[in-house]
């Protein structure tokens, strides 16, 4: 992060206000000489005029240094964003007439080790395809951002994509490997929104829900807030995991949105549970304990229940020893 003096930056802003009424006063003398009247009363004065002239012209020059730079970094910004004229090949990438780009680079260079960077349109950053989407990876694209190992694309329709349906309303990202950044049949998903009403685990989801790409081929899902009836239960779900696109069910974790009775226990809305070696795991949380309905005793902090989809209690768990992580504890 670069540094800021902040009475750097309110110095510099009043020199340059001063340039600034330094511009306008010379205007005005110039302006001054145009009319005959004023001429004479200068021609009547010219030492002092001259020096006024003088002094003005160089408090103007910061002003005049700063429209210059402004000018330049205007022309090198157009420069770097151009639009195409005619389609252009990257690789694999085919960027149709009418895209503009945006490149990092127009001149060659090198880095700190001495090797070449990429420069003119192999060092595209952003593509934004006005006209004609361009095509990747079969679905119809009408923006890309490409990084140094990621690839972010903005869909023109829902598409199909490793297997998900995903949404348009939202970015789809890529990962991939070193060498392979214009060619998107190697782009791996990495994420994705699908869209509302999308059918996962036996679920037709009321809102959208995100997936992600998680090591050994399995997929990580991340839900809304919208409560949703999975397993019997009114849950708020958190997460789900798939061995695939809309594959098999492997784990999810969630939270009551009502309170339940189950079986011989009663726990409150927003108690934790998830899947548990093919069963539920119940974790109550401190400040709301389940309560074991016969006798009314509130189930020990730091437990979680285990119940099968009957509801009988199969055992108690320590929190730690299960993975369930409880931020919030009450010290006695």
Not at 23 to 28: C, H, I, K, P, Q
Not at 160 to 169: I, K, N, T, Y
Not at 279 to 288: G, H, I, Q, T, Y
Request: aromatic fraction near 10%; include cysteine.
């Amino acid at each position: 992060m670069i540094p800021i003096n902040p009475l750097a930056m309110m110095l510099g802003s009043l020199f340059l206000l001063v340039s600034l009424v330094c511009v306008a006063a010379l205007l005005a003398l110039l302006v001054a000489c145009l009319n005959a009247r004023s001429r004479r009363f200068i021609r009547a004065h010219p030492w002092w005029f001259a020096l006024l002239a003088v002094f003005l012209a160089a408090g103007s020059l910061p002003t005049v240094e700063f429209l210059r730079w402004q000018a330049r970094h205007w022309f090198e910004q157009r420069a770097l964003s151009p639009r195409l004229d005619s389609e252009q090949a990257l690789g694999e990438l085919l960027l149709p007439a009418g895209t503009r780009v945006w490149l990092e680079r127009l001149e060659p260079g090198k880095n700190l080790s001495g090797e070449p960077l990429p420069h003119g349109l192999q060092s595209l950053q952003r593509a934004e395809f006005d006209g004609q989407p361009a095509v990747i990876r079969g679905a119809a694209v009408r923006r890309l951002d490409l990084g140094d190992t990621f690839a972010e694309v903005s869909l023109v329709d829902d598409a199909q994509l490793a297997g998900w349906q995903c949404s348009a309303q939202a970015p789809v990202t890529f990962r991939y490997a070193a060498g392979a950044r214009f060619a998107p049949e190697q782009w791996q998903l990495e994420s994705c929104t699908l869209a509302a009403g999308s059918q996962v685990a036996g679920i037709t989801w009321p809102g959208p829900m995100t997936v992600h790409a998680v090591p050994e081929g399995r997929w990580q899902l991340e839900t809304t807030d919208t409560p949703v009836r999975f397993q019997g239960l009114k849950l708020r779900l958190w997460n789900l995991w798939l061995d695939g696109p809309y594959g098999a069910l492997l784990d999810w974790q969630a939270e009551l949105t009502e309170p339940l009775e189950f079986g011989p226990m009663q726990y409150p809305a927003a108690t934790r549970v998830r899947a548990f070696h093919g069963n539920l795991l119940f974790s109550p949380l401190v400040e709301a304990p389940g309560v074991e309905r016969l006798s009314g005793k509130p189930i020990e902090p730091d437990l979680s229940v285990e119940q099968d989809a009957a509801g009988e209690v199969l055992g108690t768990h320590r929190n730690g020893d299960v993975g369930v992580v409880d931020w919030f504890k009450v010290v006695p």
